[in-house]
């Protein structure tokens, strides 16, 4: 399980996350990251992908924000990495 700590909502599934991953990596589109994000109100983490870094700084994080989808982490799709 991933984010299975008191600082995030609830728990992710690894193999969730990995679909994700792979999921991201296989696309037609050139995406480089992955964007794991919290909706509050579904009250569920949902991927987002983003071609270049700089996109992951255009979206609220969680615990900085009182938005309805929020940040969680960022991993680089190719080393597997978190990156934000």
């Not at 969730?16 to 983490?45: A, C, H, P, Q």
């Not at 983003?50 to 982490?73: C, D, F, H, M, W």
């Amino acid at each position: 399980m991933m984010f299975d700590s008191p600082d995030y909502p609830c728990a992710l599934d690894e193999h969730l996350f990995n679909t994700w991953m792979e999921k991201g990596r296989e696309s037609m589109i050139s995406y480089s990251y992955l964007l794991v994000f919290w909706d509050e109100m579904d009250e569920k983490y949902l991927p987002i992908y983003a071609e270049k870094r700089t996109e992951i700084n255009n979206y609220e994080r969680y615990g900085e924000s009182p938005g309805r989808q929020l940040l969680v982490a960022a991993y680089d799709l190719h080393s597997e990495s978190r990156v934000a």
